[in-house]
């Protein structure tokens, strides 16, 4: 008995050496692994895309991207909510010759050229109040969510904008353990594997809820660190304070990866929470964590190598793109700066890639554009914040 | 011999005649790369004017803090800051050279005179001399329904002066004071005067006054004493408030809005009559030589924001900046006609939003700056 204790001791010993040995070979691979050392994929940006819009058309604020399988670009944007000053050609009677705001969705091709455009309010749905997000599926279907006020759902269209679906009823929005109705939700995300649609609800509720994307019927949800969601208010976000056990609103982006993690941005709360497509809380991490107000973690993309070894993270408080390192969730490098140049930004909010590396951004406020940074290969890292990235002239 | 080589000369000269009727407006193709990008996380506020001095370096003053939104624009200029990585405004004076690097700045309150609450035009005489107008509105009681109450007499008056800097942002002159506005009889006084522009062969400097008055009004440019003023058609101007433009109203008899004076070399003097769609061309004494119409259905914030010439010798083009119709329309100078048009409405590169500056360098290049949210300088190149 004595002696078997003693081996079980020797061997928790024995295991506890070979565990800090194992430590201690890590910490100096990390040690040795200046910055330089780091590899990242490189962007500039392309300042002649897309192609000047036809017909006079400007953009609201564009708050949703997609790119489908085709690499055509979607966008979204807040064509209602146009100053009169710049949709002055839409006045009554128009005040100039230009401009017009353009319909609400945009589809591009990969050049750049608007190929297909629709939306607005029609038979049989209700259209939002303030559209926000774009999603295209694997059956080649649009799905739109809606930010203010009334809307408590989402709507699903063909490519061409007929409409099919609408998930949840205008108004009806019941706080965050609804099973029928969201709370104005801020991006859809649709898994090709089980046909089940992510939604990240939102901006009046704090959770992230599954649906079956062919009925609409709620199939689970849940709110921070897997926890049953409460809407209790929860104040302001405060850095120095404990991480919040419940998300702060918006809950802006539920986008799933390759392996089966579910990313959560959880904005005014500066950080993503990761999770299986269960619910069950696996980890998560803090993005600029003395951001106020708006918050850091705006929307998410994955690298489109078989692995999504990178993770693109849009922070459209601090102007920039984080590029992590997707397995430790480690910022390798940023991309981006304040201001209205191409590859500036002013309010970036939703990113996107295609299927040869490029990153496309939409920016809301009075940035007002979608934005394409060319993929040009994995290098090393020179700097970690690279600023605005633009070609050598 | 001798009549045979006048012959050829004549003939010369009438080829040179020729080909300036016939020269063909000058194209323009977007850099989308120019200026470079501001340092310090710096942001352009509403651009207000644009300039070109001797050295071909680009001039701009822009709004700063003032047109930027605290909440979610200068986020790292905020106390406390809400954001570490961006932004803050950029000193509302700022220079740029050829290839676009920033080679000057400065800006803001100082010993000896007022900085404008909030900026108009830019201009800079041939000593080098940074000249700005001062264009605020009175400032306006604050709305909404948290709105504090305040007291009416201690919120400011119009802007109300113009200031001259030497190239480094030495202090030099002063002319007329800080938010006392004078009507448009005053010889000593502005209300919010939009641009100015000097004329180096008299030394003298000419005020678009305003926004606030209806008349351009000339000082001397070495000691601001007070030369002569003019409105519309150059007749005295009127403080009677002529109110909306009509386009199917016989045309106005004062200025609405003078928001440019810009002096040709042959001595001409063209001053943008903005919301009334129109430029008004003077001699140098105020006396009218004529007038044209830009666009004369644009309602709102009108049609004729800025002008600039082209560096021919004869300047054959005017470029007009519309900030409205959101183009730089291109004129031939000698009969007004828009032979041609530069930009759209749009946020990239080459499109507008509210562009209400424009000048040309040299080289014939154009640079326009643009005002509300558009917030940009940008380069075109002479093609």
């Given at each position: 008995m004595a002696?078997?204790?003693?081996?079980?001791?020797?061997?928790?010993?024995?295991?506890?050496?070979?565990?800090?040995?194992?430590?201690?070979?890590?910490?100096?691979?990390?040690?040795?692994?200046?910055?330089?050392?780091?590899?990242?994929?490189?962007?500039?940006?392309?300042?002649?895309?897309?192609?000047?819009?036809?017909?006079?058309?400007?953009?609201?604020?564009v708050i949703g991207l997609a790119v489908d399988s085709r690499d055509h670009v979607w966008i979204v944007h807040r064509a209602n909510l146009l100053p009169a000053n710049e949709a002055a050609a839409d006045q009554k009677p128009p005040i100039a010759s230009c401009c017009s705001a353009a319909p609400p969705v945009l589809e591009f091709d990969p050049a750049g050229n608007v190929v297909n455009h629709w939306g607005g309010p029609g038979e049989g749905y209700d259209?939002?109040?303030?559209?926000?997000?774009?999603?295209?599926?694997?059956?080649?279907?649009?799905?739109?969510?809606?930010?203010?006020?009334?809307?408590?759902?989402?709507?699903?269209?063909?490519?061409?904008?007929?409409?099919?679906?609408?998930?949840?009823?205008?108004?009806?929005?019941?706080?965050?353990?609804?099973?029928?109705?969201?709370?104005?939700?801020?991006?859809?995300?649709?898994?090709?594997?089980?046909?089940?649609?992510?939604?990240?609800?939102?901006?009046?509720?704090?959770?992230?809820?599954?649906?079956?994307?062919?009925?609409?019927?709620?199939?689970?949800?849940?709110?921070?660190?897997?926890?049953?969601?409460?809407?209790?208010?929860?104040?302001?976000?405060?850095?120095?304070?404990?991480?919040a056990q419940q998300f702060r609103t918006p809950v802006h982006c539920a986008d799933l990866s390759v392996d089966g993690l579910v990313y959560v941005c959880d904005r005014p709360n500066d950080r993503l929470q990761l999770f299986k497509p269960d619910g069950t809380f696996v980890k998560e991490v803090f993005i600029a964590r003395n951001t106020l107000g708006d918050g850091s973690t705006w929307d998410v993309a994955f690298s489109r190598d078989p692995q999504q070894k990178y993770l693109y993270l849009a922070d459209g408080k601090n102007e920039k793109i984080y590029i992590l390192q997707r397995d430790t969730l480690q910022i390798l490098t940023s991309i981006g700066d304040g201001g209205r140049q191409p590859g500036q930004f002013f309010g970036v909010h939703s990113i996107g890639t295609d299927s040869k590396g490029n990153i496309f951004t939409t920016e809301t406020y009075e940035g007002r554009r979608v934005q394409k940074f060319v993929y040009k290969g994995i290098g090393p890292v020179t700097k970690m914040d690279q600023g605005t990235v633009w070609p050598s002239k | 011999m001798r009549r045979n080589a006048l012959a050829c000369i004549a003939f010369a000269a009438l080829i040179v005649e020729l080909a300036a009727q016939t020269a063909a407006p000058p194209r323009f193709q977007v850099d989308p790369l120019w200026p470079k990008p501001l340092p310090n996380h710096w942001l352009f506020g509403s651009i207000t004017g644009v300039a070109v001095d001797a050295q071909d370096r680009i001039w701009v003053v822009h709004r700063g803090g003032d047109s930027l939104n605290a909440r979610t624009e200068m986020s790292a200029a905020t106390k406390p800051p809400t954001a570490d990585a961006c932004c803050v405004p950029?000193?509302?004076?700022?220079?740029?050279?050829?290839?676009?690097?920033?080679?000057?700045?400065?800006?803001?309150?100082?010993?000896?005179?007022?900085?404008?609450?909030?900026?108009?035009?830019?201009?800079?005489?041939?000593?080098?001399?940074?000249?700005?107008?001062?264009?605020?509105?009175?400032?306006?009681?604050?709305?909404?329904?948290?709105?504090?109450?305040?007291?009416?007499?201690?919120?400011?008056?119009?802007?109300?002066?113009?200031?001259?800097?030497?190239?480094?942002?030495?202090?030099?002159?002063q002319i007329g004071r800080a938010q006392s506005p004078a009507g448009n009889d005053s010889k000593t006084g502005l209300n919010r005067p939009a641009a100015l522009d000097v004329d180096p062969a008299a030394n003298e400097l000419y005020v678009a006054d305003g926004f606030g008055n209806r008349r351009i009004v000339v000082f001397d440019a070495e000691t601001g004493a007070y030369k002569r003023h003019w409105g519309a058609y150059g007749a005295p101007p009127d403080d009677a408030d002529p109110g909306a433009y009509d386009p199917s109203a016989p045309p106005s008899k004062q200025f609405r809005a003078v928001s440019c004076v810009r002096i040709a070399k042959d001595g001409l003097v063209y001053v943008c009559d903005r919301r009334n769609d129109r430029i008004q061309v003077f001699q140098k004494n105020g006396t009218f030589v004529k007038e044209a119409f830009v666009s004369k259905t644009t309602m709102g914030d009108g049609s004729v924001w800025d002008i600039a010439f082209s560096r021919d010798p004869k300047q054959q083009f005017l470029f007009v900046a519309d900030g409205q119709d959101q183009k730089v329309f291109v004129l031939r100078r000698d009969t007004l006609e828009i032979v041609s048009t530069v930009g759209g409405g749009?946020?990239?590169?080459?499109?507008?939003?509210?562009?209400?500056?424009?000048?040309?360098?040299?080289?014939?290049?154009?640079?326009?700056?643009?005002?509300?949210?558009?917030?940009?300088?940008?380069?075109?190149?002479?093609?």
């Open positions: 002696r078997r204790r003693d081996v079980a001791i020797g061997m928790a010993f024995a295991v506890a050496i070979a565990g800090l040995a194992i430590a201690e070979r890590a910490f100096e691979r990390v040690a040795a692994q200046d910055r330089s050392a780091l590899q990242a994929p490189k962007f500039e940006v392309d300042p002649l895309w897309p192609k000047p819009l036809p017909n006079n058309w400007v953009l609201g604020q259209w939002p109040e303030s559209n926000h997000g774009i999603t295209i599926d694997h059956k080649e279907n649009v799905w739109i969510g809606g930010n203010v006020g009334t809307d408590a759902h989402v709507l699903k269209f063909t490519r061409s904008g007929k409409f099919l679906a609408q998930y949840g009823r205008k108004g009806k929005n019941a706080g965050s353990n609804d099973m029928e109705n969201f709370g104005r939700p801020a991006k859809i995300f649709v898994d090709a594997k089980t046909n089940e649609a992510y939604i990240a609800d939102g901006y009046g509720n704090r959770r992230v809820v599954v649906i079956d994307a062919d009925t609409g019927k709620f199939k689970r949800y849940w709110g921070a660190y897997g926890n049953k969601p409460d809407d209790t208010d929860i104040g302001r976000y405060n850095p120095s304070a404990p991480p | 950029a000193p509302q004076i700022l220079a740029f050279d050829e290839s676009g690097a920033l080679v000057a700045n400065f800006g803001g309150p100082g010993a000896g005179y007022d900085w404008p609450r909030s900026p108009g035009g830019i201009a800079i005489d041939a000593k080098g001399n940074v000249w700005i107008a001062a264009a605020a509105a009175a400032q306006a009681p604050p709305t909404g329904r948290d709105a504090p109450k305040v007291d009416p007499a201690t919120l400011a008056k119009a802007d109300s002066h113009v200031v001259k800097f030497s190239p480094d942002g030495k202090f030099l002159l749009g946020r990239w590169p080459g499109a507008f939003y509210g562009v209400g500056s424009v000048a040309v360098d040299s080289k014939g290049n154009l640079f326009t700056g643009e005002n509300l949210e558009g917030k940009r300088v940008q380069k075109f190149v002479r093609r």
